[in-house]
């Protein structure tokens, strides 16, 4: 029996050997490339919180997020000075995922990025302790806590996005209702939970950025895209050429009637009006027949110039598609030129609608980093300035920016309330919007506004839209103007 | 030292005639003192690791360890003077490192995994008692291991009913991660399958050695090798048959290739004809092929186990595998330091995968250890099976430590992904009692062989003409 036995060892210690090299290879030589298998949170982690992720500062060097050293097995703590109003900006940084900017530069922010492969040496050979480096987002303090402040004042869910026309740098980006990013950078993992799930439930979905993700329709403030397709079209015409503006427009095909808010006569209710009054006082009987002149085709094509239907736009946060869709019929075109069809636009797309007009019909490529520092402050990356799109040519941006002043600056505009009289003498240029929808419209109205200010040197865009708000004069506007207020203060001039 | 200062009632001090047999009991405190300070700085070690302090339970937990492991080796002592003086301190060491693994994944989880619950640490330090008390009544009631042999076919019924019993029970009490091999009695489950296999073994080892001769008989030769004669081929017919009944009712291929293993390495054992080995295999592969064909649960795992990152596998059917060869390489060389990882990631990670959490935190290095340990405990247990005399103890000493090893082959193996992996317990390391206790069992039972081995001849009879009580 001792024979077979001994034969029985050697095959245990063959048995044993090959668990010892299995092991030896799989902890030796695989970690590399296991590391990068799909699913592999422990590599990720790994990387995460190797070194001291760098901070997020605004254009005029307010800090929003930064890393302080922590006590525990991870060795430094997330925080957020100002929380909940650069929410849509910064996103969160938890242990296993991030959002916001804390996700688009993840890989410089935690200092794992290949373009600091060179400084990580240099860090060595000097023995300094390796950082993540520092992104410079284009926001302005003041603009963004006007916004902020302004939509929490108003206590309904919206979105507010401020564009510096000139070169598409969001000047501002606030969401309401918002969260602390601080509740999501808690290093204890029930707490966690807790805070996520806390946050999922919480009403208003704050976790939702509504100044880059929100849809609704844009109402009348596609007016802007519908007198721009018309200004395009047909060069004869100007913003003092009469445009039929009926009290009551029969749609073709149809018994359904359009009539204008309140079933208001447009203009001096002749059946006639200038371009620029029926802008003005915001006529969709006016703007419907337009629309239904133009086709569906034409509209698509003006919406699309202006940055609509447009699945990949990033800033680099992804921003959702704003959608026109072609109608089926004349009618259901009729409603498309006044925003009411299925057309749905982002805060962003309003804020865009005005910037293309305030810079003589240049689009620019809205952009949310400025520029990314290392930790010795030489820049790694800085966005390039450039053209989304030629929306208009200059001539049709001029005319339809002189409508766009005609509603705020008319004693009859839709939102003659912020003339340069009562705002002291800023001249705002803008278009106000009244999206109604549920069955029936019978739902809240949204509220909706775009503008650029000030009127004769544009240098801000801004696009607001309010869930459930109202008129979009009434609830949009007074946050635009002063969101406007607020930035243009920061330039030196009132 | 001497056998003077061995308490034992057992050995009296011989005259110069007789060559002094040594007990070795110093040696072994010797080593317990190791194992006990190993798990007390590894329990300290999670406690720094995570709180940076000492842990709060180290007292509450290690007290009752300590008193056991002391009782263990006073038993040793009265029991069994002359065992192994390494088997106890190998499996205390073992035991301990499980009950700081199960407070170090009761003490921290993350959002997918909630950490292991708070009672988890002291359930497991009462596993231990249970399991050493288990021990020291083994080593106390069963004081010659022929004594087993008497039970061969009732151990072999017992043994037989346990592994059936929760294949024939209800899924809702039986019924666990697909697989049908546990009792549910309120919150408190056993396995008891974890019991059979000691108890088949002891059965195997009785039958074979009163069949060996018959067994051992050749029948036609082929290709140089003897096969047995077809009559005899009954009992190797039983217990594939039976291991396949094992892995098609209840779902647990680990366990049916422990008992099939076990069963054909005795056979081996017994009759040195390397046939029945051949033969074993060939069966035992081929069935589970057909199965792997025949039965998605099966065939699920050698898809697993080909290929755990392709597709979907890594997040659905091969993600519990793949998480763990990921903490493992996290773990590297040295490890994350106990407290350092984050073992919770992996589903199951304190039972079945308990090996990739060492391997994460304690590295290659605390892996190879462990291995090594095993691998000690079954070299002793082989060792053991040479030096004993009588056949019956021979046959037992083999096949108890081929189980082991092949037991930690098979868990192991699966979590590295030498072969598939299959939900079986990994030996005092895996938190759960039926488990723990039957280890516990089969330390006591090797200790009991091992005293038998090494326990000095009586003393030659001096006074010729008179009647020699002897006792058995």
């Known amino acids: 029996m001792n024979r077979a036995l001994r034969r029985i060892s050697i095959a245990v210690l063959v048995m044993f050997l090959l668990l010892l090299i299995n092991v030896n290879y799989l902890q030796g030589f695989e970690p590399a490339s296991l590391a990068s298998k799909p699913g592999n949170s422990r590599a990720f982690y790994a990387a995460q919180n190797q070194y001291e992720r760098g901070s997020i500062v605004t254009s005029d060097g307010v800090t929003i997020a930064a890393s302080k050293p922590s006590s525990g097995s991870i060795k430094y703590q997330r925080y957020y000075p100002l929380g909940p109003a650069y929410a849509p900006v910064t996103g969160y940084d938890t242990l296993y995922s991030q959002t916001g900017v804390e996700a688009a530069e993840n890989s410089l922010l935690s200092g794992n990025d290949s373009s600091l492969d060179v400084r990580k040496v240099i860090d060595l050979i000097t023995g300094k302790t390796t950082k993540g480096a520092t992104v410079e987002v284009t926001i302005n303090s003041k603009a963004q806590q006007a916004a902020y402040s302004a939509l929490a004042a108003l206590g309904k869910p919206g979105g507010v996005v401020a564009l510096n026309p000139k070169t598409g740098a969001i000047l501002a980006m606030a969401s309401y209702p918002s969260y602390d990013p601080a509740l999501l950078a808690v290093h204890d993992g029930t707490q966690l939970n807790n805070n996520d799930a806390a946050l999922l439930k919480a009403p208003g979905n704050p976790l939702f950025n509504r100044a880059l993700q929100l849809t609704l329709a844009p109402g009348s403030t596609f007016k802007v895209v519908t007198s721009a397709a018309l200004l395009t079209q047909s060069p004869s015409t100007t913003i003092n050429t009469n445009v039929d503006s009926p009290t009551q427009l029969t749609l073709p095909q149809t018994t359904h009637v359009l009539t204008n808010n309140n079933g208001e006569v447009c203009g001096n209710g002749s059946g006639q009006a200038p371009l620029i009054t029926a802008f003005a006082q915001s006529c969709d009987t006016t703007f419907g027949r337009i629309g239904m002149d133009l086709g569906g085709s034409a509209l698509n094509a003006m919406a699309e110039k202006f940055g609509m239907n447009n699945p990949n736009l990033t800033v680099p946060l992804p921003v959702a598609q704003s959608n026109y869709v072609i109608p089926a019929s004349l009618a259901l075109t009729a409603f498309s030129a006044i925003g009411q069809y299925s057309d749905t636009v982002t805060p962003m797309q309003e804020a865009m609608f005005a910037a293309a007009i305030a810079n003589n019909g240049t689009l620019m490529k809205p952009y949310l980093v400025q520029q990314v520092t290392a930790s010795d402050l030489s820049t790694v990356q800085s966005t390039p300035q450039s053209v989304l799109s030629q929306s208009v040519t200059p001539s049709v941006a001029q005319d339809v920016g002189q409508m766009m002043r005609a509603v705020v600056q008319d004693p009859d505009g839709t939102a003659a309330g912020f003339s340069a009289a009562n705002e002291g003498g800023l001249v705002i240029a803008g278009k106000t919007g009244t999206a109604q929808n549920g069955v029936n419209n019978s739902g809240l109205n949204d509220a909706v506004f775009t503008s650029f200010a000030p009127y004769a040197n544009p240098s801000i865009a801004v696009g607001v839209i309010i869930q459930g708000g109202g008129y979009g004069a009434t609830a949009a506007a007074p946050i635009a103007v002063q969101v406007i207020k607020a930035y243009l203060a920061t330039l030196g001039n009132p | ?472």
């Not at chain 2, 009782?71 to 106890?88: E, K, S, T, V």
């Not at chain 2, 921290?108 to 231990?128: D, K, M, R």
């Not at chain 2, 598939?420 to 516990?440: K, R």
């Open chain 2, 1 to 472: 030292m001497s056998s003077i200062t061995a308490p034992s009632p057992t050995v009296d001090p011989t005259g110069p005639l007789v060559p002094v047999a040594r007990s070795r009991r110093r040696t072994e405190l010797t080593m317990l003192a190791f194992a006990v300070a190993l798990t007390a700085f590894a329990f300290a070690n999670v406690g720094f690791s995570l709180n940076g302090k000492l842990p709060s339970g180290i007292v509450e937990y290690m007290a009752p360890y300590v008193v056991m492991v002391v009782i263990a080796h006073l038993a040793m002592r009265r029991f069994a003077p002359f065992a192994d003086p390494l088997l106890l301190p190998l499996a205390a060491l073992l035991n301990g490192l499980g009950v700081v693994m199960t407070y170090r994944l009761a003490a921290q989880g993350n959002l997918l995994t909630a950490p292991l619950s708070s009672s988890a640490t002291e359930i497991q330090v009462v596993y231990t008692a249970l399991g050493i008390g288990c021990f020291v009544a083994v080593l106390a009631l069963i004081r010659e291991p022929r004594v087993l042999q008497r039970y061969t076919y009732t151990l072999g019924a017992i043994g037989i009913l346990l592994v059936a019993l929760p294949a024939l029970l209800p899924a809702s009490i039986s019924e666990v991660a697909g697989a049908k091999i546990q009792i549910r009695l309120g919150t408190f489950t056993i396995q008891p399958e974890e019991f059979a296999k000691l108890a088949l073994a002891v059965s195997f080892a009785g039958y074979l050695v009163a069949k060996r001769d018959v067994l051992a008989l050749a029948g036609r030769r082929v290709l140089g090798i003897d096969l047995p004669r077809a009559r005899d081929l009954g009992p190797i017919l039983v217990a594939w048959a039976a291991s396949l009944l094992l892995l098609v009712f209840e779902s647990d291929v680990g366990t049916s290739a422990v008992f099939m293993g076990l069963f054909v390495a005795m056979l081996y054992i017994a009759t040195s004809r390397t046939s029945w080995l051949l033969l074993g295999f060939v069966m035992f592969v081929a069935g589970a092929f057909a199965a792997s064909k025949l039965f998605a649960h099966v065939g699920e795992r050698f898809d697993i186990w080909l290929h755990p990152f392709v597709g979907q596998n890594p997040s659905n059917n091969a993600y519990q595998l793949v998480q763990g060869l990921y903490g493992m390489a996290s773990g590297g060389l040295l490890g994350k330091g106990l407290g350092g990882g984050q073992p919770y990631i992996t589903p199951l990670v304190q039972s079945d995968l308990v090996i990739s959490a060492f391997g994460e935190e304690l590295g290659l290095a605390g892996l190879m250890a462990i291995l090594l340990i095993y691998g000690l405990i079954v070299q002793r247990g082989l060792r053991t099976a040479m030096l004993v005399k009588d056949p019956f103890s021979k046959l037992l000493a083999g096949g108890l430590s081929f189980m082991l090893a092949l037991q930690v082959f098979v868990i192991v193996g699966g979590v590295t992904r030498l072969i598939p992996l299959t939900g079986i317990t990994t030996p005092f390391l895996s938190q759960g009692g039926s488990s723990l206790v039957a280890s516990w069992m089969l330390i006591a039972l090797l200790a009991r062989l091992s005293d038998t081995a090494r326990r000095p001849p009586p003393r030659p009879i001096q006074d010729e003409g008179l009647t020699q009580v002897v006792t058995l």
